[in-house]
């Protein structure tokens, strides 16, 4: 089991940069593939980005790629979600989360077994 808590939110301008952080308190870290995921009022949860245990295969939806990178740092427990030229519509909760079955990055909400609690981006145009 992994317990995960996000930081790095808050409220920035339309193409600024924001770097998120998801740092696991408990379990394993390398047992673990890794999500970023957002929700924007009146939207569904949807797949950011994911990187798999060994940071060899990432996932990025489509559109995102390019402006937004996913990494990690498995020494420090951590991973990351680098936002680069931001837009208004990014403006969400972003949740990391664990999928355990350690298979590629996957972006199927289902796969994740644990939640992070999110941070809050706000982006102003």
């Known amino acids: 089991q992994v317990q995960l808590v996000e930081s790095g939110g808050g409220s920035v301008q339309a193409g600024d940069s924001l770097r998120l952080s998801c740092a696991a308190s408990?379990?394993?870290?390398?047992?673990?593939?890794v999500g970023w995921f957002r929700e924007a009022p009146g939207k569904s949860r949807e797949i950011v980005a994911s990187?798999?245990?060994?940071?060899?295969?990432?996932y990025y939806s489509p559109g995102l790629e390019g402006r937004f990178t996913i990494s990690r740092d498995n020494a420090k427990k951590t991973a990351f979600l680098q936002m680069d030229r931001v837009k208004a519509e990014d403006t969400a909760l972003y949740i990391c989360?664990?999928?355990?079955?350690?298979?590629?990055?996957?972006?199927?909400?289902?796969?994740?077994?644990?939640w992070g609690p999110g941070t809050q981006v706000t982006v102003s145009s």
């Open positions: 408990t379990g394993t870290f390398t047992d673990y593939t």
């Open positions: 989360a664990a999928d355990p079955r350690r298979i590629g990055a996957s972006w199927r909400l289902s796969d994740y077994d644990y």
């Open positions: 990187i798999n245990w060994m940071s060899t295969t990432t």
